[in-house]
T-cell receptor, first 115, second 115 residues
Framework: AQKITQTQPGMFVQEKEAVTLDCTYD???????LFWYKQPSSGEMIFLIY??????QNATEGRYSLNFQKARKSANLVISASQLGDSAMYFC????????????FGTGTKLQVIP | EADIYQTPRYLVIGTGKKITLECSQT?????MYWYQQDPGMELHLIHY???????EKGDLSSESTVSRIRTEHFPLTLESARPSHTSQYLC??????????????FGPGTRLTVL
C-alpha cells in the first residue's frame, strides 16, 4: 500500500487565487511528521511546511497552510494568493516513528499558475 | 539557507565508466541521504547514513555504493554506469536532534545521463 498518495498529477490555478493540493497518508505509528516540499524546474527541493502528528493546530508558513485532518489521514497544502513563481512540482512526504528520519515521498502534483 | 553542495550538477558519460557523485554539507548534520528521482516522478531513497562509518541501503535497490568517512562528505559511486542509471540524484542531510521542523535539507541535485 502507498504510504503517501497524491491523487492530482496536475493542477491549474489562476494567479491570486487559492489552491489546495491533496495528500493522504497511511501509517500505524502514533508519532509521525508530514512535510511539503516544492521542486521548481531547476530541480532543487525546497522545504515549505511541517506538521507533527501531535500538533493540535494546523501549521502555517506565510502563504502556505497545512489542512491536517488526523482522523481522515489527510494533510492537504493550501496556497493562498497564488503567484506565477508558485508553478512547480509539489511533494507531500511523511516521516514515521522517531529517530530514523527516513522520509517517504508521494508522486507529486504539478501546479501551474495561469496569469 | 541550506549549505549542502553537489557536484557535478550535470554529467553525461558513456556506458561502463566509473563515476562518483559528490555531496558535502557544512551544517554539521549527522544524517545524510541519497535519493534517485526520474523526471516528474517521486523521490526514492537509495542510501542513508546516521554518521561516520555508518551506511545503509534505502528502499530502492541501487547498484551504487556510498561511503561516510567524514561527517560533511557523503559521496556516491557507480562502478560501471549503464543507461538505466540515467536519473537525477539528490543528496540531503538532517540534524540528529529532534527539533521541529525536522526537515531534510537538499542539495541542488546531479542530473546524470548515461549514453
Amino acid at each position: 500500500a502507498q504510504k503517501i498518495t497524491q491523487t492530482q498529477p496536475g493542477m491549474f490555478v489562476q494567479e491570486k487565487e487559492a489552491v489546495t493540493l491533496d495528500c493522504t497518508y497511511d501509517t500505524s505509528d502514533q508519532s509521525y511528521g508530514l512535510f511539503w516540499y516544492k521542486q521548481p524546474s531547476s530541480g532543487e527541493m525546497i522545504f515549505l511546511i511541517y506538521q507533527g502528528s501531535y500538533d493540535e493546530q494546523n501549521a502555517t508558513e506565510g502563504r502556505y497552510s497545512l489542512n491536517f485532518q488526523k482522523a481522515r489521514k489527510s494533510a492537504n497544502l493550501v496556497i493562498s494568493a497564488s503567484q506565477l513563481g508558485d508553478s512547480a512540482m509539489y511533494f507531500c512526504a511523511m516521516r514515521e516513528g522517531g529517530g530514523y528520519q527516513k522520509v517517504t515521498f508521494g508522486t507529486g502534483t504539478k501546479l501551474q499558475v495561469i496569469p | 539557507e541550506a549549505d549542502i553542495y553537489q557536484t557535478p550538477r550535470y554529467l553525461v558519460i558513456g556506458t561502463g565508466k566509473k563515476i562518483t557523485l559528490e555531496c558535502s554539507q557544512t551544517m554539521g548534520h549527522d544524517k545524510m541521504y541519497w535519493y534517485q528521482q526520474d523526471p516528474g516522478m517521486e523521490l526514492h531513497l537509495i542510501h542513508y547514513s546516521y554518521g561516520v562509518n555508518s551506511t545503509e541501503k534505502g528502499d530502492l535497490s541501487s547498484e551504487s555504493t556510498v561511503s561516510r568517512i567524514r561527517t560533511e562528505h557523503f559521496p556516491l559511486t557507480l562502478e560501471s554506469a549503464r543507461p538505466s542509471h540515467t536519473s537525477q540524484y539528490l543528496c540531503a542531510s538532517s540534524d540528529r536532534r529532534e527539533l521541529p521542523p525536522p526537515e531534510q535539507f537538499f542539495g541542488p541535485g546531479t542530473r546524470l545521463t548515461v549514453l
